[in-house]
């Protein structure tokens, strides 16, 4: 299930926000800079995406967005409603996928959906698990300076407070400056 939030997330990160590690994100500037982190993701892998699957993805991404948002302010009645849009919408089905020579793999679509359904249905059901099993504060939003972008935080802590390494260090390097002006004042 993990794999499919992380998928949620990189969907949101990559096609919602607004700001991400310092930079503003710009959702026309085509698939490889708005797929990057997407891109990274090992079920993005052998998909290639239309124009027309990437504005679909990205309608599904800001209604998953307003869904990750209602988690973090613990309003689970939104998510809720946000997500049960998204998994009827997509079709969303439990369905065992049978990989010649691999054992069954459940997923959450039928064998035959497109790939923005099938990503949909994957993404809004991880999301629902974490909502229906009271999981939510596994979600993050990075604490850096102009970042919005979402994490799946999996340590046993629950330590994590950046997106991701450039962030961590971002903010390392931000911090610093501030206590050296802090002498210097
Ligand atoms: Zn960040």
Not at 23 to 49: C, T, Y
Not at 53 to 66: C, E, G, K, T
Not at 124 to 147: K, M, Y
Request: hydrophobic share 45%; glycine share 6%.
């Amino acid at each position: 299930m993990a794999a499919y939030v992380e998928l949620c997330i990189a969907l949101v990160n990559d096609l919602a926000i607004e700001i991400r590690q310092g930079r503003r994100v710009h959702h026309d500037a085509g698939l490889g800079e708005a797929f990057a982190e997407l891109a990274e993701n090992v079920l993005m892998r052998r998909h290639d995406l239309s124009d027309a699957d990437v504005d679909d993805l990205a309608s599904v991404a800001r209604r998953l967005h307003i869904a990750i948002d209602a988690c973090l302010a613990g309003d689970l009645l939104t998510a809720s409603f946000a997500l049960n849009t998204v998994l009827a919408e997509h079709g969303a089905v439990p369905n065992l996928h049978m990989a010649p020579g691999e054992g069954p793999h459940l997923s959450f679509h039928s064998a035959d959906a497109t790939i923005v359904d099938a990503w949909a249905a994957e993404s809004a059901t991880a999301l629902a698990f974490l909502v229906g099993t009271r999981q939510t504060h596994r979600l993050g939003q990075c604490s850096a300076e102009s970042c919005d972008a979402y994490y799946l935080d999996s340590t046993k802590n629950a330590s994590r407070r950046f997106c991701s390494l450039a962030c961590q260090n971002r903010a390392k390097s931000s911090a610093y400056r501030q206590k050296l002006r802090d002498r210097a004042g």
